[in-house]
């Protein structure tokens, strides 16, 4: 009995050796070279987030909380919160949440929002050059523009205008062309635009200018009730099934249809370059894929809204049709004459549009107009 104790002791005690050596820390190798676990630490850099970090963003868009535009970004940020499979938030306020409509552009700037999107005539009194970067009378159609910005230089003179601004941006969200104009009277040739009276806003207001119309510039709601009251003849609003929501048809009955005035009206996504540089890489291709398919979404959905607004508006009963030849001539040959003496007068301006124009022609060159 008594041997059996001591060699159930024995054995207890040689197990308890052996554990305690197993939990010693490991002894430094001579010469004091760190063992391979050290090194391995080391050589893990920054540790990663933890996985249930949330990065959230907080953004604003110019258009009114119920607009087509804002419901459409936040199809954007709905993409991206889904797609990152719970590692972003991206929250959105509609014009006037966090900053006036509008100034997006400089609240991301300034670090007030993280992103927005950027609508570069916004900036026009910190970038005289930024119209450029929407849409140009007779230049760059829809397609036309996302390609000269990914791969024909576009984005690189964007990114150069805006320097050190501290946003960084996605190219890019197209819109389909505007309605050319509405009239309250038929358009049968360039001479019925003399004295014409007629809402517009943009440069193409000078350029209609110089074929005799006259020029006003009044703000989108107070259109309707202008042309009612017979103070204008004449206006543009955007596309025709935007045009059909502000009740355009029920003023004037003839819409001119042509992409020569304004092709497209091209956005971006604009983000706070501090926030954009603190995503890792998967979470940067999220953002952009997101906002990519957001804008072919986009652009599929108002195409398909136009047709069924033109369909609409015959049945209607209004006069759609094709501005006269003339007059889209005329105004193509005004707005060379306009931005050839804006190019003579800046250098940079001049770069941005030579490179638009040696674009589109080699375009047209490749892939002819019908």
Not at 89 to 95: D, F, R
Not at 123 to 149: H, I, K, Q, R
Not at 252 to 281: H, I
Request: aromatic share 10%.
């Amino acid at each position: 009995m008594m041997r059996r104790l001591v060699t159930m002791l024995f054995s207890v005690l040689i197990v308890t050796g052996l554990l305690v050596a197993g939990c010693a820390p490991a002894a430094a190798p001579e010469g004091g070279e760190p063992s391979p676990a050290e090194e391995e630490e080391e050589d893990a850099g920054t540790p990663a987030a933890a996985e249930d970090e949330v990065i959230e963003w907080l953004g604003q868009h110019h258009d009114a909380a119920g607009g087509s535009k804002n419901k459409r970004f936040q199809e954007f940020c709905d993409r991206v919160n889904l797609a990152s499979n719970g590692r972003m938030k991206l929250t959105l306020q509609a014009g006037g949440g966090i900053v006036p409509a509008t100034e997006e552009f400089d609240a991301t700037h300034k670090g007030l929002i993280d992103f927005c999107e950027a609508y570069s005539p916004y900036v026009l009194d910190v970038f005289p050059n930024a119209g450029l970067f929407a849409y140009t009378v007779g230049g760059l159609s829809a397609l036309e523009y996302v390609y000269w910005m990914r791969n024909g230089g576009g984005a690189a003179l964007y990114d150069e205008m805006l320097g050190d601004y501290g946003v960084t941006l996605i190219h890019g969200k197209l819109f389909p062309p505007e309605t050319f104009i509405w009239t309250t009277k038929p358009l049968e040739s360039l001479d019925d635009m003399q004295g014409l009276k007629m809402r517009t806003a943009g440069d193409d207001g000078e350029m209609l200018s110089e074929m005799g119309v006259s020029v006003v510039f009044l703000a989108g709601g107070e259109v309707y009730e202008a042309t009612q009251r017979g103070v204008i003849d004449a206006f543009q609003l955007a596309d025709p099934a935007i045009d059909i929501e502000l009740a355009a048809h029920e003023v004037a009955d003839y819409c001119y249809l042509s992409p020569v005035r304004q092709p497209t009206d091209y956005s971006c996504l604009g983000m706070n370059t501090e926030s954009w540089e603190a995503l890792p890489d998967d979470l940067k291709q999220v953002v952009d894929d997101a906002y990519l398919a957001n804008s072919l979404e986009v652009y599929g959905e108002l195409m398909q809204a136009n047709i069924e607004a033109i369909e609409f508006l015959k049945d209607y009963g209004t006069n759609v049709g094709p501005i006269p030849k003339d007059i889209e001539d005329e105004l193509i040959k005004q707005a060379n004459i306009f931005y050839d003496a804006k190019a003579a007068e800046d250098p940079f301006y001049a770069e941005i549009l030579n490179s638009m124009r040696e674009f589109q022609a080699a375009y047209a060159l490749a892939y002819a107009r019908y």
